[in-house]
């Protein structure tokens, strides 16, 4: 039973810890790797899809309910927005399965936008500058796992820039603020989708750079399916590959 130690989510509802096991574990992983390559080669989509939606809720629930709060959920939803896509599987399947996850992920970065607000107000914006102690705090906690104190110091130089720039610290978290509360604004088309990608990609690395802070499991799927890399690089290649055979 130590396995649930806080339960959360469907693991408030029915005890996991009877669920928790080696033999289970392995079959996850076994599972996890069969739906991986289905869902490369785009193979039984509905299935793959809800079953990918099933286990990554039933694994990231786990991981929450034992204190590891890595916010993992948006992988969860994704799959089942993407699944809807296939379960429609109209003329429009191929934009729909991007443009569904892109509408959720929008929809994730203003309920984020909302909490702040509910939590703190305005105050998010103008107590700005006492982002200095998170900055501090992620820095220590950086110093102290590799022990190179060149981070406590580059941690306690940021921290000094924000007291010295208050005005600065505080139109960045108003920007930020801003992003996220009209991140509707990038669900309109293509071209809007990847500036505001790019807008949320650079404001993930601002946080990232003062304070060492980035959740992954928020930044990876927008950076996805927002900035779409692979298709940027397949775009550049066909346009290289155009010009080469031209000349």
């Known amino acids: 039973n130590d ?53 990554s809720l039933f694994v990231f629930t786990l991981e929450e309910s ?5 916010r993992s959920s948006l992988y969860t939803m994704v799959f089942l927005a993407q699944g809807i896509a296939y379960f429609r599987n109209n003329s429009d399947l191929h934009n729909e399965r991007i443009q569904f996850s892109v509408q959720l992920i929008a929809a994730g970065y203003m309920l984020a936008a909302f909490s702040k607000l509910n939590e703190t107000g305005l105050a998010w914006i103008s107590e700005a500058p006492q982002a200095s102690i998170q900055i501090v705090k992620g820095y220590c906690a950086l110093y102290f796992n590799n022990g190179d104190i060149g981070d406590l110091h580059k941690g306690i130089a940021l921290a000094d820039f924000v007291l010295q720039h208050q005005l600065t610290a505080k139109l960045l978290f108003g920007f930020s603020l801003f992003l996220e509360l009209f991140a509707f604004a990038g ?13 949320l990609t650079a404001m993930h690395l601002g946080i990232f750079f003062f304070m060492h802070i980035i959740i992954v499991a928020i930044f990876f799927p927008m950076f996805i399916f927002m900035v779409n890399p692979l298709y ?8 290289a590959y155009k010009k080469i055979t031209r000349s």
Do not use: H
């Not at 034992?66 to 890595?70: A, F, K, P, Y």
């Not at 940027?232 to 346009?239: D, M, R």
């Open 3 to 55: 396995a649930v130690l806080y339960p959360s989510g469907i693991c408030s509802w029915f005890d996991c810890s009877s669920l928790v096991s080696e033999k289970i574990f392995q079959a996850i992983r076994y599972a996890a790797i069969l739906l991986a390559v289905l869902y490369i080669a785009e193979r039984k989509m509905i299935v793959t899809t809800l079953l990918m939606f099933l286990l």
């Open 66 to 70: 034992n204190g590891i709060l890595n």
């Open 187 to 199: 669900v309109q088309n293509k071209p809007s989708t990847f500036i505001y990608g790019l807008l």
């Open 232 to 239: 940027l690089i397949y775009v550049s290649g066909s346009f």
